[in-house]
């Protein structure tokens, strides 16, 4: 399932061809999902760095019909608004798709649901939704709850929803190499991001002093002419795939609503930092825009207001004690799409999760969609009801 295939453009993301190819090779499909409108807001923010919006019509009920698109170029920007809404479209079920309906005991290989960080725990003889995944530790067929593949996930009569639905892993890319390699990637940022919430400590302060990528360099001066303070934070996990976040404090206008975060892995440090300084913009410009924004959601954050607010995030806007310049961070990413997903199995293996798991959930579009599943990996920061082992027994953050 997984090739040799070389890097040819890496200057924000490795992929195999630049973000310009990406939009040309899908300018039609996106019109045969529905996608209606594409949108640059870029100016809505004081920053001035590329978000694009993307507006899909016939969803799924359940569904969000608003996709959110960054980068450090517009280019990228916009190819990125493109492939979430292709994601989207290709995680939401259809009539036709291939589950069968049955108990685990029933199933020759299957994964045990109670792995997949449950609400509450359920019994071997429970009736639910399965379909076909693929284990990259052997190469072999199993059976995984749709429930957490699907989103929006209605799950068929006699069947049992295990947890709300999610798109935690859901990745696309221009062949599925990258889509694997992306999905792993977000999989793994979100645990770390968990981790540190529950914790509240052990995150490092990059410092970028020294950093000799002009990309960065020109991102962090546009916050900083904005009178917006950035810090870059190491909250790598003991998986150690670097994972960076990028805190914003809008110390000119204050506004509780402003105090955004954005977060980014990768094996290369510098692509990790540009995409959460990426995020962090377009949580900003999404937020202004009032794409994220409800009325009750609005009301709730200004009665808290804007010292309160930090206050109650201390973990995020203190100064942490220990810093690291960028340079010190190794790079470890392959020119080879495959030789990164090998680096990063490897890795997840060396702290005891071998079963990584791809369902292939490419459309008749063509663009290559998976959805990543490693049991036992956090994620209360997408769910707050599933809190995992991990989480309970205080792993550490291993910088």
Known sequence: MIHELHVEYKETSYRIVSPSK?????????????VKKIKNITNIDRVGIPVFLAFRSGVKKGAINVYKGKGVT????????IMEAIERYS?????????????????????????????????????LEWCAALNLRNNKK?????????????????????????????????????????????VIERD???LFEIRRRGAKKIDCSNVENEMIENLLNKFKKAKIDIKLLDITSDIKV??????ADDIHLKDPRLLTIGFGSHLDPEIAVMRALTEVAQSRATEIYG???????????????????????????????????????????SNNLKKNIEIVLQK???????????VNLTREIGVPVVRVIIPGLELSTVDPERVGQRAKSGAFNAG
């Open 22 to 34: 990406t939009i040309e090779y899908t300018k039609d499909k996106v019109k045969e999902i529905g």
């Open 74 to 81: 517009k280019e990228q920007a916009k190819a990125s608004v």
């Open 91 to 127: 995680a939401e079920m259809r009539s036709n798709d291939n589950t069968i309906i049955s108990t685990t005991e029933e199933l020759e290989r299957c994964i045990d649901p109670n792995e997949l960080i449950l609400p509450g725990r359920i019994s071997p003889d429970s009736k």
């Open 142 to 186: 199993y059976y995984v709850p749709a429930n957490a593949v699907y989103h929006p996930y209605n799950p068929r009569k006699n069947s049992v929803r295990l947890f709300r639905s999610n798109t935690n892993g859901l990745a696309s890319g221009n062949v599925i190499e990258e889509a694997i390699l992306h999905g792993i990637f977000e």
């Open 192 to 194: 770390a991001w968990s």
């Open 242 to 247: 670097h994972t960076v976040a990028a805190v």
């Open 291 to 333: 794409v994220e924004e409800s009325k009750m959601r609005k009301m709730f954050v200004e009665r808290i207001g804007y010292e309160r607010m930090k206050r109650i995030n201390y973990h995020w806007f203190r100064e942490p004690e220990d810093v690291i310049g960028i340079e010190e961070l190794k790079n470890e990413a």
């Open 348 to 358: 997840l293996k060396k702290r005891g999760f071998k079963d990584v798991f791809i």
